[in-house]
Nanobody
Framework: QVQLVESGGGLVQAGGSLRLSCAASGTVFRINAMGWFRQAPGKQRDLVAVITSSGITNYADSVKGRFTISRDNDQNTLYLQMNSLKPEDTAVYYC???????????????WGQGTQVTVSS
């Protein structure tokens, strides 16, 4: 059973930084794209950043220049470095992965349980 376990959320003042991590555990044959999404209260879940298995990245306009997504393919771990945080970045951040759990399996989408990021003004 594959699990995505996030860590690194918390409370920070505006202008501060946080680093989120997401580790994939269990049986994992291959991980394709990975990404971070966020959901603020009363709003839909939106894409923050995504990274392919070859390292190609894409960011939401609202975080470009402030957030950096990266991954360690050997450790099956995803990161999100968040700098110059703003109160509007406050949300629950979810890790996402499209992966193949077994050699003969198809590709499936997995989500982490979410980690709260709160930015105070």
């Amino acid at each position: 059973q594959v699990q995505l376990v996030e860590s690194g959320g918390g409370l920070v003042q505006a202008g501060g930084s946080l680093r989120l991590s997401c580790a994939a555990s269990g049986t994992v044959f291959r991980i394709n794209a990975m990404g971070w999404f966020r959901q603020a209260p009363g709003k839909q879940r939106d894409l923050v950043a995504v990274i392919t298995s070859s390292g190609i990245t894409n960011y939401a306009d609202s975080v470009k220049g402030r957030f950096t997504i990266s991954r360690d393919n050997d450790q099956n771990t995803l990161y999100l470095q968040m700098n110059s945080l703003k109160p509007e970045d406050t949300a629950v951040y979810y890790c996402y992965a499209n992966l193949q759990p077994y050699r003969i399996a198809g590709d499936y989408d997995y989500w982490g349980q979410g980690t709260q990021v709160t930015v105070s003004s």
